[in-house]
């Protein structure tokens, strides 16, 4: 088979974000926990924004080509990937105090459902029979590394059925954010696109912020909770955008989604070395499946 180095490039470049973000919700985030979760987001956007700024100031200059739809995607964009999917998967984290898994891996299990779908109704992509073949073998592979044999347990706390709803409405917005993300860079180029990505969302927390009433808080972090954002903004935040992008100007939304996948890989691979907790033979042949699937996704030759 002849592999498309362009699209092998991008998926990898994808799967690589999807990994810096494993590593945010095991070992980075939780570390932000006692803060409240609009501020967290609204600092997730505003420092890496702020940053952006001394070196692509040039990119104000995009506004001229801005048109009323331009500038709508961005706000949608940003409000659903941005603002209402990180806000989600973070209360949904929160609820459960890291403790389980369970509830952020079904946020990877229906976020390709949506963009899939979002990807055929709004971009016009076509569902390949091979494609949905690897695909379905994805996300199969995803639910038993998570879950074995076993059924989803939503009795593990008081909070997991709340936890549960905040991470469907983020499987929504983020699925729904990689359509978006796909349409935006058909006109602009993925700094371009990084930048005001996060331009908005920061305007859009702020003024969250601002009405909830927890802006102030901000006086209350600490050193090591600031070198936390700090450490965000370079990797697994902006960093990890960046390189979604630039995968994402290279393969279809369908196969980004499932490149994402790699997320959950990620996370499982993460609460081992940091928290010690161990896979069992099921996760481990799920996970290599799992894998073995995506690279057969990012292989495929363009049609």
């Known amino acids: 088979m002849k ?3 362009a699209v092998f ?12 973000w494993g590593l945010d919700g095991i070992v980075l985030t939780p570390r932000l926990y006692r803060l409240d979760i609009t501020l ?4 997730f956007h505003a420092l890496p924004f702020l ?3 001394f070196f692509l100031f040039k990119e104000y200059k995009a506004l001229r080509a801005f048109t009323a739809s331009d500038a709508m995607l961005f706000f949608l964009l940003a409000l659903l990937g941005g603002a209402v999917g990180t806000m989600s998967i973070v209360k949904a984290l929160f609820l459960v105090e890291f403790k389980t898994l369970t509830v952020v891996v079904l946020l990877q299990k229906l976020q390709p459902v949506f963009a899939i779908i979002l990807a055929a109704l709004i971009l016009g992509e076509k569902l390949k029979r091979n494609f949905a073949f690897w695909a379905v073998v994805a996300v199969i592979a995803g639910y038993f590394l998570t879950f074995g044999f076993q059924l989803p347990d939503f009795k593990t706390g008081s909070n997991t059925m709340l936890a549960a709803g ?6 929504l917005s983020f699925g729904s954010s990689t359509v978006l993300s796909k349409k935006v860079l058909q006109k602009y180029q993925f700094v371009t696109a990084t930048f005001y990505r996060y331009g908005f969302t920061t305007v859009i927390m702020l003024v969250i912020t601002l ?4 802006l102030p808080g901000i006086g209350s972090i600490n050193q090591k909770e600031w070198i936390i954002f700090v450490i965000i903004a370079f990797t697994t935040g902006s960093g990890a955008i960046v390189l979604y992008y630039f995968g994402l100007t290279r393969v279809r939304a ?3 989604t499932i490149c994402e996948l790699c997320f959950p890989v990620s996370a499982v691979i993460f609460d081992y070395f940091f928290n010690g907790k161990v896979l069992n033979p099921v996760q481990w042949i799920s996970a290599s499946i799992m894998i073995f699937a995506i690279l057969k996704l990012s292989i495929q030759k363009a049609e």
């Open 3 to 5: 592999i498309n180095k």
């Open 9 to 20: 490039a991008g998926a990898m470049a994808i799967c690589f974000a999807a990994i810096l």
């Open 40 to 43: 967290v987001v609204f600092i």
């Open 51 to 53: 940053i952006m700024n």
């Open 166 to 171: 905040y991470s469907l409405l983020a499987a």
């Open 211 to 214: 009405i909830v009433g927890t």
């Open 254 to 256: 369908m196969l980004a």
